[in-house]
């Protein structure tokens, strides 16, 4: 199969383009490179198959030959990257997405969705499964990343509905491990950083708030499954072990064997306060839930962090 990845050069998108390669498929890699960055995928380029295109996927979209699968990633995901790039996020919500339906409908492709737990806002039902609508504020400073996300599945809906796409919706719960930016300002890259250089690991609130936290191989693992599979989602996939923040640091700390001190700062706007996927869908159709535990995931994690805070 030939495969296009929008993002492809991000955390995620990087991750997911060299599975397929690994897999045997042919991968076009579309980046603008706003948030990610050709070093993600240099060890692909090169390589029989796998072609680098730095391009934004909200202008038009075309792709020569034959498309196999449409995997639409592109957009900002760390709060740091939407609140300073809102339009930015909401165009590749809605032009983006627009943009790689039409690419897969005109070529007779499965096109599948990276949407997010964001969606379910600052959650009134845990964990959450996909038949809860969420609660989003849609004016507030998130909402260029929640709403967004939500324009963006309803939009791949519409296709499905009206031209009979194959599409797939996976909603990706917080997912962690190697290429994440070290200031990528999410939790764990931001708390490896600070350990390793010796930084106090800034906490916000109290860190009561929870989060589930997924090792990237067991979510690519998920949305191959899921690409592969009949079923169009939406899909939850992350890891339903809840750890709340403050445990995070100090699991961080102790990892990398670090004296940084944990202090505490006010809570971001609409920071939500829990956060935990029902898998049970994809664990039903799927036979799919997560491998790695927590504790290895950050090890593994912490050993690449700490070699790029070196290079």
Known sequence: MRAVVTGGAGFLGSHLCTRLIADGHEVVCIDNFVTGTPRNVEHLVGRSGFVL????????????????????????????????????????????THKALGLAKAKEARFVLASTSEVYGD????????????????????????????????????????HGLDTKIVRIFNTFGPFMRL??????????????????????????????????????DGIVALAASDHNGPMNMGNPEEVSVLELAKLIVDFTNSTSAIEFGPRPVDDPNVRRPDITLASNVLAWEPKVRLEDGLRRTAEWFAKELLA
């Open 53 to 96: 295109v730095g391009y934004n996927v909200t202008d038009y979209l075309h792709v020569g030959g034959d498309v196999g699968c449409v995997y639409h990633f592109a957009s900002p995901a760390s709060p740091i990257d939407y609140l300073e790039l809102g339009i930015q996020t909401l165009k590749v919500g809605a032009l983006g």
């Open 123 to 162: 959650p009134q039902v845990h964990p959450q499964p996909e038949t809860y609508w969420g609660h989003v504020n849609p004016i507030g400073p998130r909402g260029v990343y929640d709403e967004g996300k939500r324009f963006a599945e309803a939009l791949t809906m519409a296709y499905h509905r009206k």
């Open 183 to 220: 200031s990528d300002g999410r939790a764990v890259p931001e708390f490896m950083t600070a350990a390793l250089q010796g930084r106090p690991l800034v906490v916000h609130g109290d860190g009561s708030q929870t989060r589930s936290l997924c090792y990237i191989d067991d979510l690519i």
